[in-house]
C-alpha cells in the first residue's frame, strides 16, 4: 500500500509541475511582447499584454509588476497599487515591487501604506540607500525628524562620500535650527570630500 501512495504523490507531482510549466509557457509570450510595448512607451498595449499573461497564469509577479508600471505611467494610481500589491503578495522578497510600492504611496499620500513597504524593502536589502531616503521622507512629513536623522546617518555611515544625503540630513538640521549639528556635518563632508563646497549652515543662517 505504502508503495500505491507514493506512485500517487509522485504523480500529482508531476502533473502539477508540468500545469505550471505550462502556465508559464502560455504567459512568456505575452509578457516578451508587454516587454516590447513597455520600451516602445507603449504602455496601453503593454498593459493589455500584461493582463493577457495574468489570464494564463495568474500567479506570475512578473506580469503583476509590469501590469502595475504600465497602470501607474498611464496615470492609474490605484490600479497600480493592487497590482503592487498582488506581486508582494505572491512574493513578499521581491524587493524592487515593495520600494516602488511604498514611493507610489508617498506619492499619493498612503502615508502608512509607504511606511510599512520602506520598511520592508530596507529589511530586505539594508544596505541600500533607497529605502532609507524613502524612510526619511516619511518621517520628515510626519514631524519625526530624529527618526529621518537615524535614516541620514545609516546611509552615511555607509557611504560618508555620499554629498546628496549629507546635504538633505544639513538641510533639514537648518530648517530645525539645529545648526551646531549641521555644521559638524558639512565638516565631516569637507573631510571625506574636501573639494565639497561648505554648507550655508556653518554660517548660523537658514536657507
Do not use: W
Amino acid at each position: 500500500m505504502g508503495g500505491v501512495y507514493l506512485l500517487v504523490i509522485c504523480g500529482v507531482f508531476f502533473l502539477n509541475r508540468q500545469h505550471l510549466f505550462h502556465l508559464r509557457s502560455e504567459s512568456s509570450g505575452f509578457i516578451t511582447n508587454a516587454a516590447r510595448y513597455y520600451q516602445e512607451q507603449k504602455y496601453r498595449e503593454a498593459a493589455l499584454e500584461f493582463r493577457n499573461a495574468l489570464q494564463a497564469n495568474a500567479e506570475d509577479t512578473e506580469a503583476h509588476l509590469g501590469l502595475a508600471r504600465s497602470l501607474l505611467r498611464l496615470g492609474f494610481a490605484e490600479e497600480a497599487v493592487q497590482s503592487y500589491r498582488k506581486a508582494v503578495e505572491l512574493d513578499p522578497k521581491l524587493y524592487t515591487a515593495h520600494l516602488e510600492l511604498g514611493r507610489l504611496a508617498y506619492a499619493t499620500g498612503s502615508v502608512d501604506l509607504a511606511l510599512q513597504e520602506a520598511t520592508t524593502a530596507a529589511h530586505l536589502k539594508p544596505d541600500k540607500p533607497e529605502p532609507r531616503l524613502l524612510l526619511a521622507l516619511i518621517y520628515r512629513r510626519t514631524g519625526q525628524d530624529n527618526l529621518a536623522g537615524e535614516q541620514y546617518r545609516a546611509i552615511l555611515g555607509k557611504n560618508p562620500a555620499d554629498r546628496e544625503t549629507r546635504h538633505l540630513l544639513i538641510t533639514m538640521l537648518q530648517t530645525k535650527r539645529r545648526y551646531v549639528e549641521a555644521a559638524r556635518e558639512a565638516e565631516a563632508g569637507l573631510a571625506v570630500s574636501p573639494g565639497q563646497h561648505r554648507s550655508a549652515g556653518c554660517s548660523g543662517q537658514s536657507p
